[in-house]
């Protein structure tokens, strides 16, 4: 499927964002986890409060609801980390597996780290990457040393199974530690459930024994989803563009919180409010963009990357951004498919130490009735999006993706007055 999307004249509405999968698949993890190998029924799941309906989190709630033999993550790469401690902690067998793009995406450190945990995982295709096959059974817990600059999620992972472990666990991480605030994030959600866990200092994790208690938890709106209106604002030529947008908190927990912070020189101003039940929200507004170039650390921020990118380069912004060595083992190699459609659009941009993209202006002829591919990534589908308001119009292939994160994005746009146009009804 293609669609066609056209720009409005104007911006402006409230928009009501999806529940932070971040969030959600956090909370998920813990609360089974708090449950000792009881059965994840209703009545424990109505604790969650605003709980994502993303594919993502779908295919968690299945997994722990359900609990095949086998369960199929399908492009869940959070989902496969997390699941993977979790079922190497549960009574059962269990093979894990998921997508073509899946089952090679690596996953070697976190098994290895659980394995010395004393976890029963076997490879079942390729060494070091998915379908494994997990027999689960109770872990000691101890020492372990993890390479700070491979993804959190295998932090996280190990983490959140800590306080079932009998002994804890006291994680050391060497190197680089890259996605602070996700790891700052999990250890803010254990707390809520009950557990001990704690920076002892720079790179050392502890983690109690202990177990989690069942506690109602309500589930902020997702930062990262945001950010593509922060581009819409910023790529606007109305110079009264304004959104609001509900349930994202001043405190919070999320990293991609640091969004306000990044797009502020290129326009978007970001004002805390409250709508008429309390609830707190941001209003968008744009102002002045402040720079001429743009360079970025992405290091704790990966998930925003795409957005950024796409909106220099609409905005004529030379940037220079590192700290983006992640995204090579997201949905796709994200640096090679933002080159590669950037291109099409008549901007070259260049990759390096496979961490560093940039753009020094030049450009190219663009390829006519050019349509941005999606690779089976939700956020090349929704940072290229807002490039119409630029444009004039943008054809987007396999649109459906965006499902895996944020499922009204199309329907949000269409409340916003784009029109979304299935191509092939033009």
């Known amino acids: 499927m293609q669609i066609t999307l056209l720009p409005p004249k104007e911006i402006g509405g409230t928009i009501y964002l999806p529940a932070s999968k971040s969030l959600s698949n956090r909370a998920l993890i813990i609360t089974a986890l708090s449950q000792k190998g009881r059965v994840f029924d209703e009545k424990i799941l109505s604790s969650l409060q605003n709980i994502s309906d993303c594919d993502d989190t779908r295919v968690m709630l299945t997994a722990l609801q359900e609990r095949p033999e086998t369960v199929n993550v399908q492009a869940a790469g959070t989902d496969m980390r997390f699941l993977t401690a979790y079922l190497s902690v549960i009574p059962g067998t269990h093979l894990i597996t998921g997508s073509e793009r899946m089952r090679h995406r690596p996953i070697a450190p976190l098994v290895d780290a659980l394995r010395r945990l004393g976890s029963r995982i076997d490879y079942f295709g390729d060494e070091g990457f998915p379908p494994l096959h997990i027999e689960g059974n109770d872990l000691c817990g101890g020492e372990l040393d993890l390479p700070g600059g491979v993804s959190s999620q295998y932090i996280s992972a190990l983490l959140m199974i800590g306080p079932v472990l009998a002994n804890g666990m006291t994680l050391h991480l060497t190197g680089q530690v890259v996605s602070r605030p996700y790891i700052d994030m999990t250890l803010e959600v254990m707390h809520h459930f009950g557990a001990q ?47 609001i947008l509900p349930g994202l908190f001043q405190r919070s927990l999320q990293g991609d919180g640091a969004v306000q912070r990044m797009f502020r020189p290129l326009g978007v101003e970001t004002e805390f409010v409250r709508d008429a039940s309390g609830l707190e929200g941001v209003l968008l507004r744009k102002t002045e963009c402040q720079v001429k170039r743009l360079s970025l650390d992405f290091s704790n921020q990966p998930d925003l990357a795409q957005t950024l990118v796409v909106t220099c380069a609409m905005l004529g912004i030379p940037f220079h951004f590192t700290g983006l060595q992640s995204l090579k083992i997201k949905e796709t190699d994200r640096l090679a498919a933002l080159r590669i459609e950037l291109r099409k659009l008549g901007y070259i941009l260049h990759e390096e130490q496979g961490s560093i993209l940039q753009w020094d202006g030049e450009r190219t002829s663009a390829q006519p009735d050019a349509a941005i591919d999606t690779y089976e990534d939700h956020r090349m589908a929704m940072s290229f999006a807002p490039a119409c308001l630029k444009l004039g119009s943008i054809k987007i292939n396999d649109p459906h993706v965006v499902s895996k994160s944020y499922p009204s994005f199309w329907d949000d746009l269409e409340k916003a007055q784009f029109k979304v146009q299935d191509t092939q009804h033009i």
């Not at 177990?211 to 606007?236: C, F, H, N, R, V």
């Open 197 to 243: 866990a704690q920076w002892m200092d720079e790179r050392t994790i502890h983690v109690e024994s202990g177990g989690y208690k069942l506690t109602p938890y309500y589930i902020e709106s997702d930062w990262s989803a945001s950010s593509y209106w922060y581009e819409m604002i910023a790529l606007s030529s109305d110079p009264s563009a304004k959104i």
